[in-house]
């Protein structure tokens, strides 16, 4: 098995605060970033687009982290993923954008700022 910086850090983590034992008790744990930016800094360490991104004590124990706030997150035994069959999903072909025309390409652009705009609104 590969040992990647991600999965060094949660052992050492998972080691101090007694994870797995404070989960087989209460159900889930609360960290904060600061706890976890002791060991990596947390933005690299909670971020799991895929499954096969989590972390190996994550993946063998069944475990997902999720925030609850800004500087917080819960690690417990709920999904945070969903397994799509390939043939339940309606693929749609769509022009990748170095195949759209100009126009096509500043619609897309503007669309792409109305969705950074309002994430930015919604942080205010």
């Known amino acids: 098995m590969n040992r990647y910086k991600n999965d060094i850090a949660w ?3 998972f080691e101090k605060h007694r994870i ?4 087989k008790s209460k159900g889930r744990v609360t960290i904060s970033s600061t706890d976890i930016n002791e060991f990596r800094e947390a933005r690299l360490m909670t971020k799991f687009d895929h499954r096969s991104q989590l972390p190996h004590l994550f993946s063998e124990n069944n475990l997902s982290i999720l925030p609850t706030s800004r500087g ?15 043939e339940e999903i309606d693929i749609t072909d769509e022009k990748s954008y170095e195949d759209m025309d100009i126009e096509e390409q500043q619609q897309s652009d503007h669309e792409t700022e109305d969705d950074y705009t309002d994430t930015e609104r919604e942080d205010q």
């Open 11 to 13: 052992e050492q983590i």
């Open 20 to 23: 797995l034992d404070a989960i």
């Open 72 to 86: 917080t997150y819960e690690i417990s035994t709920f999904e945070t993923f969903c397994t799509f069959k390939k």
